[in-house]
């Protein structure tokens, strides 16, 4: 019987149940494990396509040549189990959780007076972890409350009550300075630490409500006692924990005891972040990567983020607060997508830091390949601006005048995202006369373009023109006339509003206003301002110097340009003396000037 045969056979004979199937190759190795609602339906379904949209599933249903299945009770029993079989097997053509880091825990150690401390090694000795935990200032803020409370050991005696009984130990510096009551010479009976530790359980549960409880029972106890030394430490006590817990409510206290899941896809690789909370505080988070390697829908991968953190996290939250639904249904838990109020905000919150931790994790790898970063940006507004191609060299144009004389233009350059000012150009307007923009915009755009197609020179991939509808049509005029329409794309950005506008579409785009391809807009545009002012400047300066000086009979461009160099303008020339100016250009020149100025006034 050939492996087709064989396959069908086993495929025909698969129960109608949930459970967790695995494929294998000729040399029987693992090369995929999957869960299914019904294993007959799932199964098949991956013999009876002619068609697939990943070439891999087509690679590994030609590998297959056994099947092997495990029938459990329900789909949750399934995807626990795909979950551990994953970790274990480490199959090829499985989704790979990305996650090489190591963070810590808090262990609660089991032995006699518990020690409290912070590890990344977890040992099944029947010690108490919590966490694991991804934020390490959080670590520190919880072990620095914890020791702010209570006094507990941090050697690592061994505290038996016969050792303690023969004197064996003697207290250290920790008792003298009120660290450590001294259990190790029996100044702390057991049953007095172990309350301590119980406290402590609950406050790293998210259960501080209940140690604030039993705080206040045992401080009202001190206090009619007369006891009021204890009462009023027990009072410091509860304001510190008071203080803890009003800075890690995040939103209503009544919502309790509840794992949050966002999710967002980035290229091929799909993202999660897990928040637990615990009356109303976030206790822990976590961001995963998930990286497909076959057709795996966002469901399913939200199933396997699901079933990966519950279990890393030990969490038995009754509710899951999630973006859409999984692909497997929970018996026992109840699956919340909110729509609005706090459990929205506390999935808004999720997302904030899963987009947080994706940016973080983008920004690293670009340090490392800066090109990295200009690629994806070029993609980006590629797809922004609704390109053919990516626009690694961008120009942008401005026209200025001054009341409607000494018109000018300007134009910056982006090669690759970045500024080439070498590129940057001035343009004198020849063929306008008065303040007409949008003659000016034509006649630019012409002469630039119309010169780099006659020097056989590279074209840009974009042409942004500052101005809305009405500059964008003159540029396309002269586009047209030099046959470049639809060859170089061309984009209009009004000031006010941010509107870009495209040929052919009164409807402008509105680009995100923290989006990368908008502040490339914006920089090209300030740049081009910049650069066009500096121009018209030094212009009007020019004019400047023709119209105050060198009208005075006599008087050449030559010695105006020394008089405004010295004194940096015309009204400081009017009000200097004839000695300073007489320094500068002369007896007899000076003169000239002098007299100039006294008949003007």
Known sequence: MDTKEILKSIISNLPDTPGVYQYYDKEGI???????KSLKKRVSSYFNKDKFESGKTAVLVRKIVDIRTIIVETELDALLLENNLIKKLQPRYNVMLKDDKTYPWICVKKERFPRVFQTRKFIRDGSEYFGPYANVKMIHTLLDLIHSLYQLRNCNLNLSEDNIAKNKFKVCLEYHIGNCKGPCEGHQNETDYNETITQIRDILKGNINSVISYLKEMMMKASTDFDYETAHLLKEKIELLERFKSK???????IHNVDVFSFLKDNDNAFVNFMKIVNGAIIQSHTIELKPKIEESDDELLSTAIAEMRLR?????????????????????????????????L????????????????????????????????????????????PRHIECFDNSNFQGDQAVAAMSVYKDGRPSKKDYRHFNIRSVVG????ASMEEVIYRRYKRMLDEKTDLPQLIIVDGGKGQLSSALKSLEALDLRGKIGIIGIAKKLEEIYFPGDS????????????KIIQQLRDEVHRFG?????????KATIKTELTEIKGISEVTST????????????KLASSEDIEKIIGKAKAKLVLEHFSKSE
């Not at 693992?30 to 299914?36: N, R």
């Not at 409807?507 to 908008?518: A, H, N, Q």
């Open 507 to 518: 409807i402008p785009l509105y680009l995100d206003k923290k989006g990368e391809t908008l």
């Open 533 to 541: 002012i500096t121009h018209h400047r030094k212009k009007r300066e």
């Open 347 to 390: 999935l808004t919150l999720s997302e904030k830091n899963l987009k947080y931790y994706m940016k973080e994790r983008r920004d690293a790898a670009e340090r490392v390949d800066p090109h990295k970063r200009v690629d994806r940006l070029m993609l980006q507004m590629k797809k922004d601006l609704r390109l053919q191609d990516e």
């Open 562 to 573: 020394k008089l405004l160099k010295e004194f940096k303008s015309v009204k400081n020339i």
């Open 248 to 254: 890690s409510i995040v939103v209503n206290p009544n």
């Open 435 to 438: 303040p007409d923009d949008f």
């Open 313 to 345: 996290f030990n969490s038995d939250s009754p509710e899951i607060i999630t973006t859409f639904l999984p692909d497997v249904e929970m018996p026992g838990i109840t699956i919340t997508i909110p729509k609005i109020g706090d459990k929205k905000h």
């Open 30 to 36: 693992i090369l995929y494990v999957g869960k299914a």
